[in-house]
């Protein structure tokens, strides 16, 4: 169903239990943990059963109830209109109207509860978050936003990458010439790969993800794996974190549990793995505290049960050490394009 | 070596323990000089009936030496009483009991015998009943204690004048008095609401202390003492007076609540003669009858000799002053400990203006319509204040202030400065229970103030919000006008 046909039947829905003379309520899928299940078949999370009636005949409810409609009422005007708002945007836009935020964790709270009450991830309802991932590649596209409608970009563009906006999250592609997509966790080693031109070499689309990846990054990347067949790969950190980033572009983000989150699950993280640390003779550093008690969390994770992550897991807890992409440059500048990635991709 | 031993008289004998009385230091003196000639006005304008029109005033003589000028609207004392009213200790007929503020009969003597040794200056007191004004100068021989009658005058009265005026000069300390001076006026009008005190200060500053109520108390009855009442001294007082009397007759005539069905059973019982002379008994005896006495079943003390505040005009004073947001007076019936009739007035006032002590409890006791100001520690309402459960009736911290009020013909002082209420255990209940029904009664008010408190809020909420749910839905749905949410407010406030 279309996202501005949601928001009319939400609001209907409301408009009818006034005229019954009911306080109006909603049955929001619950968020909390203990409803958030992992999900072996589909690889990812999901939602249980349990809803929270969010009812305006609890005074309680009364404030949240009307920022909820707020959120739909804004969102609605945002598509209508093709415009985007970041999440900042709404907590700050709310100031001009009756429902105020008291800080923007609430706000992103609301957002998030209209997602789940409508299965619809906030990008479809023209909200974005402020981070943004970059990518360069061999792909024309062209965009959709008013304004942009005839404007094509090829994404070589610029030698910094382009942003992961709005505005490209929703163009079309039109010409691809690559074969596969490699998103990147570091800036630096983004910069490296440019510049040793690994886009041609191996006919790739890099995503920078800058640290854990955005949804709009792993949306694009999901795009580009359904639309274009192209497979994905993710290469990060040798530590538990950059295992970690690759997880949640693979399983998608248990933050995320309450929307259809994008997930690729045949994307493959192709390092730094913990092997690679020994076999590649990388410079390394002995895990902190920090790095153990993440090895911990993600040892219990449901999403780590497969023989592939159970080994890596098992890996890092055996060396106890972990290393940097740019730990490769220890062989040279060229190492990365010359061998390491040949070697991964394959 | 040779004792000398002296007899010394009761002037005397106050004179050398000044601090017995409350004169411990200047400021303390300052403070009961005030009062004691105060007090000594507003019984007098109660005995005459009228509505008291109190002027003190206060100024410097020289360094520490003060003078202080009282002048009232009663009817003064009869002229031929004047000296004795004012220049001689425990003056007044102790054989009848009726409650006054001046309960030692020391007052007005005490207050012009500090005088007069600190300032070695006359006092000047003139009295009129409307007619001719008569002027007495006295000082007080304190060795015999018998006043001294220096000098006596008597003028035409112009202006129709009526009451006493006292002239005195004392050393005292004002400046370290003042605090508790002015909380002494102050409440002075909450325990007499009929009463207007004005009083000027050393510095000229005027203040004047209006009244609240426009009536004056109907004025106590004297009444005989309860058997219950008596001690040793004023039962051998009691038969000096009656000793041609039979004892029966004695009985009767000499206390309340004893009938000669009453006096004949009692004297039965304790085995004395009806018929034989009071005379007759021995020390011994009296002991005896005493003791008897002190056993039998007497009917309880009468307690019309007692005059309290009175619940209206308790509330009109404490209104007037506090301005609160709720006030209750409880009156109690009337008590007895050890054969003193006494009745407990308690006062709760909520949310309070003008109260020094903020967010909390703070109390103000009064016995037989004087405030009590100093020793508060010590003091019987403190303690049961201080061990209130007020978390049972009281959630939220608040400008309360508690009033009690004692009146008795023997209130149980702790001391001759009367500052401080003992605690016998019938007092003590008598205030506790008091308190307590204030408190249920505050509780009451509380709740509803809650309950009214809460429908605001949630009509409140409502009004707010849900016009605006129904705008904000009607535009996502695409329609022209919102739903109407009017019963939906008025329906929502109302809920519990």
């Known amino acids: 169903m279309e996202v501005v046909e949601k928001l009319k039947r939400l609001g209907e829905e409301i408009c009818t239990q006034i005229e019954r003379g009911e306080y109006p309520f909603l049955d929001l899928p619950s968020r909390t943990t203990n409803n958030i299940v992992y999900d072996p078949e589909r690889g990812r999370f999901t939602l249980g059963e349990a809803k929270i009636r969010r009812s ?98 090829k994404l070589t563009a610029s030698p910094d990458g382009v942003a992961i906006g709005p505005a490209l999250t929703n163009a079309t592609f039109e010409d691809c010439g690559a074969e596969k997509v490699v998103m990147v966790e570091s800036g630096g080693m983004f910069t490296r790969l440019i510049e040793e031109k690994a886009h041609e070499k191996f006919k790739a689309i890099l995503i920078h993800t800058a640290g854990q990846a955005p949804r709009s990054a792993r949306q694009f990347a999901y795009r580009l794996n359904r639309e274009l ?46 092997a690679d640390i020994e076999e590649y003779r990388l410079p390394s550093e002995k895990f902190n505290e920090k790095d153990w008690k993440r090895l911990g969390e993600l040892t219990a994770d449901p999403r780590y049960q497969s023989p592939f992550w159970r080994e890596q897991l098992r890996k890092f807890e055996e060396t106890g050490r972990k290393a940097e992409q740019q730990a490769l440059s220890a062989h040279g500048l060229s190492y990365v394009t010359e061998k390491y990635l040949p070697e991964k991709i394959s | 070596m040779q004792a000398i031993f002296e007899e010394i008289s009761v002037s005397d004998f106050f004179y050398r323990n000044r601090e017995l009385a409350g004169f411990s230091s200047p400021s303390r003196a300052t403070y009961m000089v005030i009062r004691e000639v105060l007090e000594n006005s507003l019984d007098a304008c109660e005995e005459a009936g009228v509505l008291p029109n109190v002027k003190v005033s206060l100024s410097t003589v020289e360094g520490k030496v003060y003078r202080l000028t009282v002048k009232d609207n009663g009817f003064g004392v009869p002229v031929e009483e004047v000296p004795y009213a004012f220049g001689k200790f425990l003056y007044g007929s102790k054989f009848r009991l009726k409650q006054s503020r001046g309960v030692f009969g020391l007052g007005g003597a005490m207050a012009l015998l500090y005088g007069q040794v600190t300032s070695g200056m006359p006092a000047r007191v003139a009295v009129s009943d409307g007619g001719d004004i008569f002027e007495f100068k006295l000082r007080i021989d304190v060795e015999r204690n018998e006043p001294l009658v220096e000098g006596r005058k008597r003028r035409k009265n112009v202006n129709g004048w009526h009451g006493t005026f006292v002239e005195m000069f004392f050393k005292g300390d004002y400046p370290k008095a003042e605090g508790k001076i002015i909380q002494y006026l102050q409440q002075t009008v909450i325990a007499s609401p009929h009463a207007e005190v004005e009083f000027i200060d050393p510095a000229g500053r005027q203040r004047v202390f209006g009244r609240s109520v426009e009536e004056a108390p109907s004025p106590p009855v004297e009444v005989l003492p309860h058997p219950h009442g008596l001690d040793v001294e004023m039962l051998r007082r009691l038969v000096r007076r009656h000793g041609s009397k039979s004892l029966l007759s004695f009985m009767v005539k000499s206390f309340q609540r004893v009938g000669l069905a009453t006096a004949k059973r009692f004297l039965e019982e304790a085995g004395f003669s009806p018929y034989q002379p009071v005379s007759s008994l021995s020390d011994r005896d009296i002991l005896d009858l005493l003791d008897a006495m002190r056993n039998y079943k007497f009917p309880p003390p009468d307690a019309k000799c007692l005059s309290p505040i009175g619940r209206d005009a308790l509330e009109a004073a404490i209104r007037k002053m506090f301005d609160p947001d709720f006030l209750y007076v409880c009156q109690r019936p009337p008590s007895v ?39 508060a520690y010590s003091d019987v309402s403190m303690k049961v204040v201080k061990r209130f459960n007020w978390s049972s009736y009281v959630s939220r911290p608040a400008a309360i202030a508690v009033f009690t009020h004692i009146c008795s013909t023997r209130v149980p002082f702790k001391t001759a400065g ?6 016998p255990p019938e007092v003590e209940r008598e205030i506790e229970m008091g308190l307590r029904e204030c408190c249920r009664r505050l509780k009451t008010f509380l709740t509803g103030k809650i309950e009214v408190e809460e429908h605001g809020r949630r009509m409140k909420a409502y009004r707010r919000y849900l016009p605006e749910i129904a705008r904000l839905a009607a535009e996502l749905a695409g329609r022209d006008k919102p739903p109407s949410v009017a019963d939906l407010i008025e329906e929502g406030g109302a809920w519990r």
């Open chain 2, 418 to 423: 009367k500052e401080c209420v003992a605690d």
């Open chain 1, 56 to 153: 305006t005949s609890n005074l309680k409810h009364l404030r949240s109830f009307t920022q909820t409609v707020w959120v739909a009422w804004i969102a609605k005007r945002l598509v209508e209109e093709g415009k985007t708002a970041t999440l900042r945007d709404i907590y700050y836009l709310a100031e001009s109207y009756k429902v105020k935020f008291k800080d923007q964790q609430e706000s992103d709270s609301i957002v998030a509860d209209l997602e789940a009450l409508l299965g619809v991830p906030r990008e479809k309802l023209g909200i974005f978050p402020e981070e943004r991932a970059t990518v360069y590649g061999d792909l024309t596209i062209r965009y959709n936003m008013p304004g942009y409608e005839e404007h094509t970009l």
């Open chain 1, 229 to 274: 067949n192209l497979p994905v790969y993710i290469f990060t950190d040798g530590d538990p974190w950059g295992a970690h980033i690759a997880m949640v572009v693979i399983s998608g983000s248990a933050n995320a549990a309450h929307i259809d989150d994008v997930a690729i699950p045949g994307a493959r993280w192709i390092g730094i793995l913990p």
């Open chain 2, 337 to 375: 400990y050890r054969g003193h009739p006494f009745i407990v007035e308690v006062a709760v006032a909520y949310g309070c203006k003008n109260v020094e002590a903020g967010n909390g409890v703070s109390l103000y006791r009064f016995a037989n319509k004087i405030p009590l100001v100093y020793d």
